[in-house]
């Protein structure tokens, strides 16, 4: 039986490994962490006025998206003061992990 963290225990566990990357300095930026159920990576935007979206596409082996067992990407859509959370489980003993990011986009809200 697989035990998952909850949310608030896995942005913690992101931020608090410091594995930091900005998209735009200061303002929008993404934290990635392994933990002991898997993989995680937290987006965060504190700025007022964009919109980050992006495209992570993943070469797993071992691993799967929670949210979405059979897909090899995730969208990345966050706007202003928002915050997203792409959760990765461990479905087997021997586990690696590529990714990829496509069609990264920021644009300014008028």
């Known amino acids: 039986m697989n035990v ?3 949310d608030i225990a896995l942005k913690e566990i992101a931020i608090a490994k ?3 990357l ?3 300095e200061n303002e929008i930026f993404l934290y990635k962490a392994w ?3 898997g993989f ?3 987006y965060i935007n504190k700025s007022k006025d964009k919109i980050l979206t992006e495209t992570v596409d993943y070469m797993l082996t071992g691993l799967e998206i929670l949210d979405d067992p059979y897909a090899k990407s995730v969208l990345v859509n966050i706007g202003p003061g928002e915050e ?3 959760k990765l489980i461990i479905t087997s003993g021997e586990r690696s ?3 990829t990011v496509t069609n990264s986009k920021i644009k300014k809200i008028k």
Request: charged letters at 20%; aromatic letters at 10%.
């Open 4 to 6: 998952f963290l909850g």
């Open 18 to 20: 410091n594995f930091k």
């Open 22 to 24: 900005d998209r735009l």
């Open 35 to 37: 933990h002991d159920h």
């Open 40 to 42: 995680v990576t937290l």
């Open 84 to 86: 997203q959370l792409i």
């Open 97 to 99: 992990l590529q990714q």
